[in-house]
């Protein structure tokens, strides 16, 4: 089975607690996810990684333009087809969340520490690129590692599409 290449972004924010990561719902499966898509050859993946978080989650910021990671799932082209597809994954300092966005009626929205955040996605390696961000935001930003969010009782904040 062949790969084929995707661009994610990995949009999050940082509060006086600590970090918060958004995680969306795929449309078809409705499982935790980040923003990703298609690559296209006129841009940069990062671009491509920004331009999927606008449309699947309203979201506008700064990207980056070195990946973090990257990771593999299994996409679901229609029910007899799958395919593999890696992901690259690009860090998004989220600005603005948008009111309204192309997939806002098909998706669902959260926003979570990381740690809860890692607990959602199915996919490991998403899982752990997710859990390494605050320490690296910590060693390039001098940011708080841990989320006082973190605590058990905290749930996060969510937005429902539907």
């Known amino acids: 089975m062949s790969m084929l290449n995707q661009y994610g972004a990995l949009p999050y924010v940082v509060t006086d607690d600590g970090v918060l990561v958004c995680l969306i719902t795929s449309r ?14 006129t841009h940069p993946g990062h ?10 989650a309203g ?22 087809a799958r395919v593999q597809c890696r992901v690259t994954v690009f860090p998004l300092l989220v600005e603005t969340q948008l009111c309204m966005w192309p997939e806002k009626a098909e998706r ?11 607990k959602r996605v199915a996919e490991a390696e998403l899982s752990q690129i997710i859990l390494a961000l ?8 001098g940011l708080p590692v841990e989320s006082s969010t973190s605590k058990p009782g905290s749930s996060g904040y969510s937005s429902s599409g539907m």
């Open 59 to 80: 979201l506008l910021g700064a990207i980056e333009a070195e990946p973090v990671g990257s990771y593999v799932y299994r996409k679901r082209l229609h029910m007899f």
């Open 134 to 141: 605050p320490s690296r935001l910590a060693s390039v930003a």
């Open 108 to 118: 669902n929205l959260v926003w979570l520490p990381p740690r809860k955040a890692a």
């Open 47 to 56: 671009e491509m990684a920004a331009r999927e978080a606008r449309e699947e």
């Open 28 to 41: 078809g499966s409705r499982r935790w996810v980040i923003p990703k898509g298609w690559p296209k050859p």
